[in-house]
């Protein structure tokens, strides 16, 4: 029941008074299936949000329903103050950007940039000056004659882009524009959507399932699971604080400890009590503990600086070190956890000042601010 | 889930879209194509159904009559027709089944009439429905009728309609009838088996040996394609016909009959089949070929394990398409059939022959099922097919194996020789003055204007229908797939569209010309006009070869990226110039062979068309048939070879204009 509360509040507060997309109470079912569940949003002018979700959570069908390609069966869209739940696409106010381009192939790239703008009323000097104008944003200013194909897949996305903003839409709908392309054009892709948002001020959505992406380029992000909007929140706070468990586990490493609660900001772990974020679940309730890996603040074997939480410190042996480039990942073991290991990333820095190495024992602690309490989740989910 | 939301949609009416411009269009034109589906098939099949179980006999318990004296004076006595009839014994019940036209005169009721007496009738119906005709005067009613003797004499009683099974009572209880149902399913079960065999060894031939001259090899396989089914019966009459060049090798047996149809069944069957067989044959995955490698599998557990499971649903798929062609085929038995009945010839003999429109419409409903189930089966399997096909696979490449290679080489020069054999001697058989009396070489059989037939004009006819086939026929079925295809919603509308899509493909072209007699040549019906028209011969070959062209454009349709509709409908343009600037050109090459394919069929067809032309519409491929029904045979394999030029001729320029077009509109294929 809290987690409802606080989503309750968080939607409250994102619904500012100058919306310019307002999702209210909206649900799709296919047939007996049902995709999305009342889902209500609200979008500021100018900002960029990622729905961001596992494959199947319904993200893609929120936008869908967003454009008029799959009406929603329940409840109601505004965009710009105007009610356009059941208007066909064509009469919305949208540009919109596929996974798969959809760029027409036998169109050059001149001819598809140009496929709205023509009998749009514009002169067709004005409609070539604009193509020009769009293709050199995009940063592709020569290669109006050729044809999609004779393209690279970086190089169409942005071609698709250039067609979607041609006729200025209020609104960019971006669905996985980024999934189908190499991880490092992807990376380079990600920074100039994100520029070319920023300069054109345009109201933007983007559906991806790459946690990576939302956060390197959203305002807010939207975090779906099941049909259902699970928290709303900058990407910083979506990081730090998330409010459920799913949020948490799904962005970023996680580690999910059984605990019981003792009250309110304590928990116990194995068979050792902590001190905790606040949480306020009665005691002796089963609960998650969470911690981020990066969170854990090691000590050598022997403390040599002051610790600043000693009722969250304790004693383990590091059973595996693993070097991952910019960081070591580490798994500890120690008998106040019982069981339970716990997965720690340990900076280059600390671990080189420390002297860690596997079989050591070390003090490690678990700052009470980052240990995240949450409901225990009996179902598979 | 940590969130607490009802799991159930909340009451109230589900959200109906605003339907747009482009929604509104493209509904109507499905609805149009819909409609036009409906007349040409849906509508015809149903008066050919209804005509199939409705019974026409005379009832003559429905009439009553009074006779006069000498003087003409009535004493009022109400005889019953059948009471008399019951008594004299004058009409007898064979008489009394009939078909609709059928019409019956009551003077044998009276032994002793004669047209030249005094005495005068009185005749009225018992019912208000009743009917009978003084001469073409139709009257109804319970009012008594008086007349003289000799207008008496052109009383008829018309039959009187019921619905039932009664004849199929009729047809199940002749012998010489539903005989026709085993030869027919012999026939077809033989040559399927037959052709699947031996196009299975081509195929195979063709993608697993490195033999020399595929490319020829595959093009004449294709060539029965471009010939009426009728031809290779003309050329197996000369070949063993009682005059035939061959007529030794038949040992004393007869062409006409079950062996003539086995093989031109398997002459006409044979590239249809090899298409089928060659393209599952080519899906099989070279890795699996490694793998028995492998393992130390010989070629021959290989071909058991590998090979045949991975063509099974082509060959299955192939088993119905020519099981399904040859029992539907009409053309073929008629030339060379002789006294072997077959359905598709039954329906033939009932309708021109007889003129027993209903036996016509009930042995049509018996050749449905077995082509309705082997469609049914078909359809099946060909889905099966298509998950095979998506997988992916790496493609195999054959390597040399001289002995293999020179068998591969060996068989298939014997199909090839079997198929110019048979081309060849039509060819032959048309440029000779008279076989086997006068051997010298004439044009004389090209001059069809003195023979039956239509001549020259039935040619012409034949180019016209095809090229109008061609032309409409693409126009309405790529348009019609492409709405079905793209249109949001409207889902009831799309799967009966896409229903009546798939119907023509188990409608046997004779069922489906004789259903269009019922139904367009009903004089209430508004499209009656039609009858008789090239429009009509069109609309039934677009019709009757509807299903493969659908399947052709919705499989271009669906390789199309499924976004463009949204995007265009962001950018806020239209439909049909996404249709025109993208969809068809993109498409092109799949259009072309939806129109080479209506060419082709409508040269060549016999079944639909043969109950619908007219003089003035006559047909090249009719005049085959009625030119070697007369007996003038080598006029009639002329008239193939025509046929087959002139689709030869199509071919090669569908593969120019292809070539021509694709470069121009598919240059973004290029890299």
Same mark, same amino acid.
């Given at each position: 029941m809290r987690t409802k509360t606080a989503l309750e509040n968080e939607a409250d507060e994102s619904r500012p008074q100058d919306a310019y997309l307002r999702i209210d109470h909206l649900w799709k079912a296919f047939g007996e299936f049902i995709a999305l569940k009342d889902i209500s949003l609200s979008i500021s002018e100018g900002e960029f949000v990622c729905f961001l979700g596992p494959s199947g959570c319904g993200k893609t069908t929120l936008l869908r329903a967003?454009?008029?390609?799959?009406?929603?069966?329940?409840?109601?869209?505004?965009?710009?103050?105007k009610d356009i739940s059941n208007l066909p696409p064509a009469e919305r106010d949208f540009g919109i950007v596929f996974q798969s381009y959809a760029l027409f192939p036998n169109l050059t790239i001149e001819k598809n940039v140009a496929f709205g703008l023509e009998n749009s009323g514009m002169a067709r000097p004005a409609i070539k000056a604009r193509v020009a104008e769009l293709l050199d944003l995009?940063?592709?200013?020569?290669?109006?004659?050729?044809?999609?194909?004779?393209?690279?897949?970086?190089?169409?996305?942005?071609?698709?882009?250039?067609?979607?903003?041609?006729?200025?839409?209020?609104?960019?709908?971006?669905?996985?524009p980024l999934s189908a392309l190499d991880a490092k054009v992807r990376v380079h892709l990600r920074h100039e959507v994100k520029a070319l948002q920023r300069k054109l001020g345009i109201t933007t959505i983007m559906v991806t399932h790459d946690q990576e992406e939302a956060l390197s380029m959203a305002d807010r992000i939207v975090v779906m699971n099941h049909g259902v909007i699970e928290q709303i929140g900058t990407p910083t706070d979506?990081?730090?604080?998330?409010?459920?468990?799913?949020?948490?586990?799904?962005?970023?490493?996680m580690n999910k400890l059984e605990a019981t609660s003792e009250g309110p900001g304590q928990v116990t772990i194995g068979n050792r009590e902590f001190k905790s974020a606040n949480h306020d679940f009665a005691t002796g309730a089963a609960v998650i503990a969470a911690v981020r890996p990066e969170d854990i603040i090691p000590h050598g074997s022997v403390a040599e600086e002051p610790i600043a939480e000693p009722d969250n410190a304790f004693s383990c042996q590091i059973k595996e070190m693993e070097f991952l480039g910019s960081f070591w990942r580490t798994r500890l073991q120690g008998a106040a956890l019982g069981d339970t290991e716990l997965i720690a990333d340990f900076s280059i820095n600390a671990v080189r000042r420390l002297d860690l190495s596997a079989d050591r024992d070390i003090v490690i602690e678990i700052p009470s601010r980052r240990l995240k309490v949450f409901a225990a989740v009996d179902d598979k989910e | 889930m940590s969130v607490t939301t009802s799991d159930r949609l909340p009451k109230g009416r589900p959200l109906s879209l605003k339907l747009g411009r482009d929604d509104l269009l493209m509904r109507g034109f499905i609805l149009m194509i819909a409609l036009y589906l409906i007349i040409t098939l849906a509508l015809p099949l149903y008066a050919m159904l209804s005509k199939a179980f409705s019974t026409f006999r005379f009832d003559l318990?429905?009439?009553?009559?009074?006779?006069?004296?000498?003087?003409?004076?009535?004493?009022?006595?109400i005889l019953s027709a059948a009471t008399l009839n019951d008594e004299t014994g004058a009409i007898g019940a064979d008489s009394m089944a009939a078909s609709s036209d059928s019409r019956l005169e009551l003077t044998p009721l009276f032994p002793d009439f004669s047209f030249r007496s005094p005495v005068r009738y009185k005749i009225r119906g018992t019912t208000a429905d009743t009917a009978y005709l003084i001469g073409s005067e139709r009257i109804t009613g319970t009012e008594w009728k008086e007349m003289d003797s000799?207008?008496?004499?052109?009383?008829?009683?018309?039959?009187?309609?019921?619905?039932?099974?009664?004849?199929?009572?009729?047809?199940?209880?002749?012998?010489?009838?539903?005989?026709?149902?085993?030869?027919?399913?012999?026939?077809?079960?033989?040559?399927?088996?037959?052709?699947?065999?031996?196009?299975?060894?081509?195929?195979?031939?063709?993608?697993?040996?490195?033999?020399?001259?595929?490319g020829v090899f595959r093009l004449i396989a294709m060539a029965p394609i471009l010939v009426p089914s009728l031809l290779p019966g003309i050329a197996l009459v000369y070949l063993f016909g009682n005059q035939g060049m061959l007529k030794g090798m038949m040992m004393g047996e007869s062409i006409y009959g079950p062996y003539g149809i086995l093989i031109g069944s398997v002459f006409f069957t044979f590239p249809h089949a090899l298409i089928i067989i060659t393209t599952a044959l080519a899906i099989s995955d070279a890795r699996l070929y490694e793998a028995a490698i492998a393992l130390r599998a010989s070629r021959w557990k290989t071909f058991w394990t590998v090979t045949i499971p991975g063509a099974r649903y082509g060959l299955i798929s192939a088993a119905f398409v020519v099981f399904n062609l040859v029992i539907t085929d009409f053309g073929l038995p008629k030339v060379i059939g002789g006294q072997y009945n077959m359905l598709a010839v039954d329906i033939y003999k009932?309708?021109?022959?007889?003129?027993?429109?209903?036996?016509?419409?009930?042995?049509?409903?018996v050749l449905l099922m077995p082509a309705f189930i082997a469609f049914a089966v078909d359809r099946q399997v060909q889905k099966?097919?298509?998950?095979?096909?998506?997988?992916?696979?790496?493609?195999?490449?054959?390597?040399?194996?001289?002995?293999?290679?020179?068998?591969?080489?060996?068989?298939?020069?014997?199909?090839?020789?079997?198929?110019?054999?048979?081309?060849?001697?039509?060819?032959?058989?048309?440029?000779?003055?008279?076989?086997?009396?006068?051997?010298?070489?004439?044009?004389?059989?090209?001059?069809?204007?003195?023979?039956?037939?239509g001549g020259?004009?039935?040619?012409?006819?034949?180019?016209?229908?095809?090229?109008?086939?061609?032309?409409?026929?693409?126009?309405?079925?790529?348009?019609?797939?492409?709405?079905?295809?793209?249109?949001?919603?409207?889902? *009831?509308?799309?799967?009966?569209?896409?229903?009546? %899509?798939? #119907?023509? $493909?188990?409608?046997? @072209?004779?069922?489906?010309?004789? /259903?269009?007699?019922?139904?367009?040549?009903?004089?209430?019906?508004?499209?009656?006009?039609?009858?008789?028209?090239?429009?009509?011969?069109?609309?039934?070959?677009?019709?009757?070869?509807?299903?493969?062209?659908?399947?052709?454009?919705?499989?271009?349709?669906?390789?199309?990226?499924?976004?463009?509709?949204?995007?265009?409908?962001?950018?806020?343009?239209?439909?049909?110039?996404?249709?025109?600037?993208?969809?068809?050109?993109?498409?092109?090459?799949?259009?072309?062979?939806?129109?080479?394919?209506?060419?082709?069929?409508?040269?060549?067809?016999?079944?639909?068309?043969?109950?619908?032309? *007219?003089?003035?519409?006559?047909?090249?491929?009719? %005049?085959? #048939?009625? $030119?070697?029904?007369? @007996?003038?045979?080598?006029?009639? /394999?002329?008239?193939?070879?025509?046929?087959?030029?002139?689709n030869a001729a199509a071919r090669i320029l569908h593969l120019a204009a292809s070539k021509g077009i694709l470069k121009r509109t598919q240059a973004w294929r290029l890299r």
């Amino acid at each position: 029941m809290r987690t409802k509360t606080a989503l309750e509040n968080e939607a409250d507060e994102s619904r500012p008074q100058d919306a310019y997309l307002r999702i209210d109470h909206l649900w799709k079912a296919f047939g007996e299936f049902i995709a999305l569940k009342d889902i209500s949003l609200s979008i500021s002018e100018g900002e960029f949000v990622c729905f961001l979700g596992p494959s199947g959570c319904g993200k893609t069908t929120l936008l869908r329903a967003i454009a008029g390609l799959d009406l929603q069966s329940r409840g109601s869209v505004e965009q710009a103050g105007k009610d356009i739940s059941n208007l066909p696409p064509a009469e919305r106010d949208f540009g919109i950007v596929f996974q798969s381009y959809a760029l027409f192939p036998n169109l050059t790239i001149e001819k598809n940039v140009a496929f709205g703008l023509e009998n749009s009323g514009m002169a067709r000097p004005a409609i070539k000056a604009r193509v020009a104008e769009l293709l050199d944003l995009v940063g592709l200013p020569e290669q109006g004659k050729k044809y999609p194909a004779q393209l690279s897949g970086g190089q169409q996305q942005r071609i698709a882009l250039a067609r979607a903003i041609a006729m200025s839409p209020g609104l960019l709908l971006l669905d996985e524009p980024l999934s189908a392309l190499d991880a490092k054009v992807r990376v380079h892709l990600r920074h100039e959507v994100k520029a070319l948002q920023r300069k054109l001020g345009i109201t933007t959505i983007m559906v991806t399932h790459d946690q990576e992406e939302a956060l390197s380029m959203a305002d807010r992000i939207v975090v779906m699971n099941h049909g259902v909007i699970e928290q709303i929140g900058t990407p910083t706070d979506i990081y730090r604080e998330p409010t459920t468990l799913f949020v948490a586990d799904f962005i970023g490493e996680m580690n999910k400890l059984e605990a019981t609660s003792e009250g309110p900001g304590q928990v116990t772990i194995g068979n050792r009590e902590f001190k905790s974020a606040n949480h306020d679940f009665a005691t002796g309730a089963a609960v998650i503990a969470a911690v981020r890996p990066e969170d854990i603040i090691p000590h050598g074997s022997v403390a040599e600086e002051p610790i600043a939480e000693p009722d969250n410190a304790f004693s383990c042996q590091i059973k595996e070190m693993e070097f991952l480039g910019s960081f070591w990942r580490t798994r500890l073991q120690g008998a106040a956890l019982g069981d339970t290991e716990l997965i720690a990333d340990f900076s280059i820095n600390a671990v080189r000042r420390l002297d860690l190495s596997a079989d050591r024992d070390i003090v490690i602690e678990i700052p009470s601010r980052r240990l995240k309490v949450f409901a225990a989740v009996d179902d598979k989910e | 889930m940590s969130v607490t939301t009802s799991d159930r949609l909340p009451k109230g009416r589900p959200l109906s879209l605003k339907l747009g411009r482009d929604d509104l269009l493209m509904r109507g034109f499905i609805l149009m194509i819909a409609l036009y589906l409906i007349i040409t098939l849906a509508l015809p099949l149903y008066a050919m159904l209804s005509k199939a179980f409705s019974t026409f006999r005379f009832d003559l318990s429905q009439i009553e009559l009074q006779v006069s004296d000498q003087e003409g004076n009535f004493d009022g006595t109400i005889l019953s027709a059948a009471t008399l009839n019951d008594e004299t014994g004058a009409i007898g019940a064979d008489s009394m089944a009939a078909s609709s036209d059928s019409r019956l005169e009551l003077t044998p009721l009276f032994p002793d009439f004669s047209f030249r007496s005094p005495v005068r009738y009185k005749i009225r119906g018992t019912t208000a429905d009743t009917a009978y005709l003084i001469g073409s005067e139709r009257i109804t009613g319970t009012e008594w009728k008086e007349m003289d003797s000799n207008t008496f004499r052109r009383v008829v009683l018309r039959p009187a309609q019921s619905f039932g099974f009664s004849n199929f009572t009729t047809y199940f209880s002749t012998p010489s009838l539903f005989r026709s149902i085993e030869n027919s399913l012999f026939i077809s079960i033989v040559s399927t088996i037959v052709t699947v065999s031996l196009a299975f060894a081509f195929a195979y031939a063709l993608s697993r040996s490195c033999m020399r001259f595929k490319g020829v090899f595959r093009l004449i396989a294709m060539a029965p394609i471009l010939v009426p089914s009728l031809l290779p019966g003309i050329a197996l009459v000369y070949l063993f016909g009682n005059q035939g060049m061959l007529k030794g090798m038949m040992m004393g047996e007869s062409i006409y009959g079950p062996y003539g149809i086995l093989i031109g069944s398997v002459f006409f069957t044979f590239p249809h089949a090899l298409i089928i067989i060659t393209t599952a044959l080519a899906i099989s995955d070279a890795r699996l070929y490694e793998a028995a490698i492998a393992l130390r599998a010989s070629r021959w557990k290989t071909f058991w394990t590998v090979t045949i499971p991975g063509a099974r649903y082509g060959l299955i798929s192939a088993a119905f398409v020519v099981f399904n062609l040859v029992i539907t085929d009409f053309g073929l038995p008629k030339v060379i059939g002789g006294q072997y009945n077959m359905l598709a010839v039954d329906i033939y003999k009932q309708v021109i022959g007889q003129q027993n429109f209903e036996m016509g419409a009930v042995v049509s409903v018996v050749l449905l099922m077995p082509a309705f189930i082997a469609f049914a089966v078909d359809r099946q399997v060909q889905k099966k097919q298509v998950a095979l096909l998506s997988a992916r696979s790496v493609v195999f490449e054959p390597k040399p194996h001289k002995s293999f290679d020179r068998l591969c080489f060996l068989y298939c020069t014997l199909v090839a020789v079997f198929i110019i054999g048979i081309l060849g001697v039509c060819q032959f058989a048309a440029l000779i003055k008279f076989w086997p009396y006068d051997l010298s070489l004439s044009l004389k059989n090209y001059n069809f204007d003195v023979m039956d037939g239509g001549g020259w004009e039935a040619y012409g006819n034949s180019i016209k229908l095809a090229i109008l086939t061609a032309i409409f026929g693409t126009i309405v079925v790529f348009t019609g797939a492409y709405m079905v295809d793209k249109t949001r919603g409207f889902k *009831s509308g799309r799967n009966i569209f896409q229903l009546l %899509a798939m #119907l023509p $493909m188990a409608i046997p @072209g004779m069922v489906l010309g004789l /259903a269009y007699i019922f139904f367009f040549n009903d004089p209430d019906n508004p499209l009656n006009f039609l009858y008789g028209t090239m429009a009509i011969l069109v609309i039934v070959t677009i019709t009757h070869f509807y299903t493969v062209s659908h399947l052709t454009a919705v499989t271009a349709l669906k390789q199309m990226d499924g976004e463009f509709e949204s995007v265009a409908a962001s950018l806020k343009q239209p439909f049909y110039k996404l249709f025109a600037r993208v969809t068809v050109p993109v498409c092109m090459p799949a259009i072309l062979d939806i129109g080479i394919y209506l060419f082709v069929n409508a040269m060549t067809t016999v079944s639909a068309v043969v109950f619908l032309y *007219s003089t003035d519409t006559a047909l090249a491929s009719i %005049a085959v #048939l009625n $030119m070697d029904d007369a @007996g003038d045979i080598a006029p009639a /394999a002329a008239m193939g070879m025509m046929i087959f030029y002139t689709n030869a001729a199509a071919r090669i320029l569908h593969l120019a204009a292809s070539k021509g077009i694709l470069k121009r509109t598919q240059a973004w294929r290029l890299r």
